[in-house]
């Protein structure tokens, strides 16, 4: 099939007849006649987290206080063995991940880590378009070591308003930076920077760099060891499908074990020590170190069973899937929606784009309301931007042929008027 030719629903019928991972589809819970295309903010419950929640619950209902070390999955070490299957979705080794924290608090873990000024390097370099998150959590922790964020701030500049190029990152990383924290994929564009030559060009000037894997892990293959990344972090309730608020995860790459973590807390402790009270932290030799308090167990619990999902399907298979999807998705918006005032803002090549598609529209506020009232459920980011995300673990392409089609449907019929074209409360 080549971008020229009239794509139609039998095109679609057949993508999905051939799928070698249409079988997951019946791992979640998936309601009928309703496409879900915002798997990219919130993964779907499936009925593997389901149970490794219920089995949490279980072990506490059965004992107590001794599920720590007795139930069927014990909790002292459940950060630890999450972290372990979660290693290979980042090309990590096991001992360099840990499941912990938000990706909020881990932010600020590693930035307070890493973040070292002196003399003439006191500055962070980010980018204009990353997630507000990350800007407040670095504004915050220069402000700590008493730096003013808009001097010791850096973010560089979009030539489009919704991509980055690399070489003016690189450009960007000057004598006065001290450490770089950048978007693996960028939130609203969904475009993939090269974390590879970005790393290799931060150590030949000798900065530490960080990367936030929020838009890209469980969507797409990651090799932050070999690639030599200094840190990362992620939320594990988008393509991981943990759930709601579920805790995330963070990888240190081994050369830094044995550093002082920047925030201590006694969950950072080496295992056999923990209970000996000390009032000297005697940290873990591995990420563990950067763990803060007690873990967060029954949001950790459905992570456990939906990374049984990954490991079956595995992640290359999924990024396969993905791209499929995504291509197909925009070659439909080509071929269906021209001349409606959308604009594909994500990259069209494989290697530069994530896991959803992005589209620019005057009136997107309102269009995916319309979406939402015909059962389609849509992301929108203001000021004008509309997400779709059709995830590999569920989304089939018959369902990114209807979504299309429904979106037609609202532009032709011009069913978006009866909408304010402004966000609701959550967007």
């Not at 949490?56 to 999955?73: A, F, Q, T, V």
């Not at 600020?108 to 204009?128: C, M, V, W």
């Not at 402790?269 to 940290?283: A, R």
């Not at 298979?317 to 409606?340: A, H, I, N, P, Y």
Request: proline share 4%; aromatic share 10%; charged share 25%.
């Amino acid at each position: 099939m080549t971008k020229k030719e009239n794509l139609t629903l039998d095109h679609a019928k057949e993508l999905d007849k051939s799928d070698s991972l249409a079988r997951f589809r019946d791992e979640f819970y998936i309601k009928d006649d309703h496409f879900y295309m915002d798997g990219n903010s919130l993964g779907l419950l499936s009925k593997r987290a389901e149970k490794a929640l219920y089995t949490s619950l279980e072990d506490w209902k059965e004992h107590g206080i001794d599920g720590w070390m007795n139930g069927e999955e014990p909790w002292y070490y459940y950060s630890e063995k999450l972290g372990a299957k979660t290693a290979p979705l980042v090309g990590a080794k096991n001992e360099e991940v840990i499941v912990t924290g938000s990706i909020t608090t881990n932010l600020h873990q590693l930035i307070s880590t890493f973040y070292s000024p002196e003399g003439n390097r006191t500055k962070i370099l980010a980018d204009e378009l990353t997630f507000p998150s990350d800007i407040y959590a670095i504004q915050s922790q220069l402000e700590l070591k008493g730096y003013n964020h808009e001097e010791h701030l850096v973010q560089v500049k979009s030539r489009d308003g919704y991509t980055l190029l690399e070489e003016d990152i690189i450009e960007a990383m000057e004598d006065d930076i001290a450490l770089i924290l950048l978007p693996s994929v960028l939130y609203r564009s969904g475009q993939l920077l090269d974390m590879k030559r970005l790393t290799e060009e931060a150590h030949k000037r000798g900065i530490v760099i960080g990367f936030d894997l929020a838009h890209s892990i469980g969507a797409l293959p990651h090799q932050l060891h070999e690639d030599g990344v200094d840190f990362a972090v992620w939320c594990n309730y988008k393509y991981l499908n943990s759930g709601p608020g579920g805790v995330g995860g963070l990888f240190v790459h081994e050369r830094h074990f044995g550093k002082k973590p920047g925030l201590a807390g006694w969950f950072g402790s080496k295992k056999d020590k923990q209970f000996d009270m000390e009032h000297v932290l005697t940290p873990a030799e591995s990420a563990g170190a950067f763990q803060i308090g007690t873990p967060h167990i029954l949001s950790s619990a459905p992570l456990l069973g939906s990374l049984e999902l990954f490991e079956e399907a595995g992640i290359e298979e999924l990024r396969k899937k993905s791209l499929s999807l995504t291509r197909f998705m925009m070659d439909l918006v080509t071929q269906e929606l021209t001349g409606c005032g959308f604009t594909i803002c994500n990259p069209q090549e494989d290697e530069r784009r994530g896991g959803h598609i992005s589209m620019q529209h005057d009136e997107a506020a309102r269009i995916c309301k319309a979406l939402k009232a015909n059962k389609v459920t849509p992301d929108f980011r203001a000021p004008n931007n509309i997400r779709l995300a059709p995830v590999a673990m569920y989304s089939s392409f018959e369902d990114v042929w209807n979504t299309v089609q429904i979106l037609k449907k609202i532009m032709e019929n011009e069913e978006y008027k009866q909408f304010e074209n402004v966000r609701d409360v959550v967007a």
